[in-house]
């Protein structure tokens, strides 16, 4: 399956543990798309952050059971994916809105 890269990758996930793995071991943690495969989601992280990438981890999110009101339901099931950059390059850094 053919994917642009601006669609492999979805979002950055930030959070406590993606923060210590920023400044730590120099890896970038992004909600993906889930047909994108560790090829793929390598490729479009080096196009877009223009950046050398060294490994690629992947895990399957499964989504967590909500309620609203009287009925039950989930959120959808994600794709996360652990970016490890290659030693010295720049960091990717995520600006964010206020």
Do not use: S
């Not at 950055?12 to 120099?26: C, F, M, Q, S």
């Not at 560790?38 to 990438?53: P, T």
């Amino acid at each position: 399956m053919k994917l642009e890269p601006r669609h492999v990758i979805i979002r950055p996930v930030i959070t406590e543990k993606a923060t210590r793995l920023k400044d730590e071991e120099r890896t970038v943690v992004f909600e993906v798309h889930p047909k994108a495969n560790k090829i793929q989601i390598k490729q479009a992280v080096e196009e877009i952050f223009k950046v050398k990438v060294e490994a690629v981890r992947i895990v399957k999110m499964k989504g967590k059971r909500r309620r609203v009101r009287f009925r039950a339901g989930r959120t959808k099931d994600w794709k996360k994916a652990y970016v490890k950059l290659k030693e010295g390059e720049k960091m990717i850094e995520f600006i964010e809105a206020v």
